[in-house]
């Protein structure tokens, strides 16, 4: 039977508390509190792989063990709660989402109840889904990691320890090492599997599961001035140190999972294996709120992530440290209640009938609302007026908007979402429309002009030429950005087409200027290793980027073409989309100007104006064009106007509104 440690419960609760910090991205004079937070999911991880190992080996050395008993009880501590979690969340989500919206969440909710949401937020197209601080669920993908582990890992124990027991702690090392270096391996290629995916994750709760094989009995019974009386003194605290460091001061910026995560990773293995009563670092995380707080965690856990989310989504404000105070009151009452009247009750060996068919009941009904709302499409019937206009709008992201259905288009990658659509398209099956006298040249942030362009130069009588590329501005050939290796390719076919136009055009370019700082050497193989998604690279050297750029746009020039250049774009302070449905909502349905509260986006956007004017040349043929100047007075940006609407639609990209608010500027100066 295992015994019991308080300095566990407490060792949960700095992580969770952790965790809940980082997500609520509090900052003091600047600095964010627990920047390093994300670490206390891996604290989880190790514990989890202490826990189970505990359990596996402890029943197997006394020839009670049973995959049936262990999945069962494994069910009861996890499912129930979030089952009640998934159900709360859903209603709200209902309330709340957007229809569009809405469609994305029941799909990352179907995943949670499998247990597949590592998988699911892995395979999101992250370049248009939605900020982290904006999913209810995200948080789900570690319960998936866990469960994955939990199918897996006492298949692989049972199978050694009946054919290899000697040789157990040899195997498990080999195996933790193995993903160690998986991880490392490919973190900085492809980040986001490494983060999100067992295999990368699994030498954590591995190395958890190694603690077991070290006897603490021997540690008070040590020799005075032996190194295990020194461990046994000493390295509860280092270990406790490693962890609370990395917490507090290793950012997001690091490459994670990796090596670096060896340090909040062993230091919860030294933790768990020379912690002791009358010990500083046992002490401190025995205290009693400290364990009450350990002893809720996995409620508080699933509740902190939909209570952040939706405060954000209905107040459409960050956190301030009085709202953060209220909305961790809220977490830990609910997690409190889901302790009490759900955990403890599922803890127990006698269940009811009513007791095990809820959470089955549930599930069913969870899977139910799922197919009927993306089968209806999250009921947009609902919406009304001017609020159903701006959702048919916003539902789309503008530079995925054009589409050219009798003329289907083929992609570097080889797979299309749907052929139709203008964007990623080879430049040799590029979108034509009528007399082909305008063109978009550059990367998603001029793609976002697609749209509203054609329909301006269809009523005028012309025509244009879509040779728009997300993540690929028309630079040199031999240098890419984000995860488009295939850009260099794209930019040696957009020169070899342009040079062949038979007349000169009027030529829109621009991009996302601050890329520029992150080019990347042409890979080996561009089109295969954009089709793996890279994102690793070779960072190319210099200014390479900004030089090329202006050398492609005096190409453009001595060809005989009007060229455009759209200039660095003021970033927006928030999410514009959901505030705008949140202005059309709350007041008398009609737009309302929303500006900055700061001048730090109107300054930072001059002075990238500034840098980009060192590297263009004085021509008349070259018109620039000035966003600044359009969306800001005063050192101070517009994010919604009251006659266009919201000006942004997926990050820093435009929405049709402010697409035409640019191009009307473009058409006002021609005329």
Known sequence: MLSYRRELDGLRALAVIAVI?????????????????????????????????????????????????????RAKRIVPALVAMLVVTTLIAYLVLLPSDLVTYVNSLKSALYFGSNYFFYSEDSYVA???????????????????????????????????????????????????????????????????????????????????????????????????KVCYKGLPLFGLFLIVHSMLFVGHEVQHPSFLTLFPVLGTCLFLMFSHKGEASNDLLSIKPIVYIGLVSYSLYLWHQPVFVFFRLIKHDYFRYEQFALLMVISLLLATLTYRFIESVYRKKG??????????????????????????????????????????????????RLEQPDNLGDSYRGEFKSRSQCNFRTVETACRF???????????????????????????????ISLSYEQCPFVSPSIWFGNVAECSVVNKDRLALISNFNSPKKIILGTNYGQFSRPKNRTKNPIEDGKKDLVGGERAKGDIAWKSYSENINKLLS?????????????????????????????????????????????????????????????????????????????????????????????????????????????????
């Open 21 to 73: 910090i980082y997500h609520a991205n509090l900052e003091v004079f600047g600095i964010q509190i627990f920047q390093g937070g994300f670490f206390g999911v891996d604290v989880f991880f190790v514990l989890s792989g202490y826990l189970i190992t505990s359990i596996i080996r402890n029943d197997m050395a006394e020839g009670t063990f049973s995959f049936l008993n262990f999945y069962w009880r």
């Open 130 to 228: 939605d900020a982290s601080i904006y999913k209810p669920l995200l948080h789900t993908w570690s319960l998936a990691v866990e469960w994955q582990f939990y199918i897996v890992y006492p298949v692989i124990v049972w199978f050694v320890n009946r054919f290899f027991k000697q040789y157990m702690f040899e195997v498990l090392l080999g195996l933790a090492l193995l993903s160690l270096q998986l991880s490392s391996f490919i973190v900085g290629n492809y980040p986001d599997m490494a983060f999100y995916l067992l295999p990368s994750r699994a030498w954590e709760l591995i190395l958890g599961g190694l603690t077991t094989f070290y006897n603490r009995n021997r540690l008070p019974m040590a020799t005075e001035g032996s190194l295990e």
């Open 351 to 400: 269940l009811n009938r009513y007791a095990l068919s809820l959470p089955l009941v549930s599930v069913l009904l969870l899977g139910l609302f799922v197919h009927q709302t993306v089968q209806r499409e999250g009921f947009p019937e609902h919406l009304r007026g001017v609020v159903r206009e701006a959702y048919d709008m916003y539902k789309h992201i503008e530079f995925r």
């Open 434 to 464: 009528g007399d082909e006298s305008w063109v978009t040249l550059g990367d998603s942030f001029v793609g976002q002009y697609d749209y509203a362009l054609h329909e301006i130069v269809q009523e005028r009588g012309e025509g244009m």
């Open 559 to 671: 060809l005989g073409h009007e060229v455009y250049v759209v200039y660095p774009m003021p970033r927006p302070e928030t999410d514009v989309k959901k505030a705008v449905f949140q202005q059309l909502t709350t007041s008398v349905s009609k737009y309302e100007d929303m500006w900055s509260s700061s001048k730090d986006t109107y300054s930072s956007t001059v002075s990238a104006s500034q840098t980009l004017d060192e590297y263009l040349p004085n021509h008349p043929k070259l018109h620039k064009v000035m966003p600044q100047e359009i969306f800001c007075i005063d050192g101070r940006c517009k994010m919604i106007d009251e006659k266009y609407g919201g000006i942004y639609n997926g990050g820093g990209h435009l929405s049709y509104a402010g697409a035409k608010m640019i191009l009307d500027d473009i058409f006002r100066n021609i005329n």
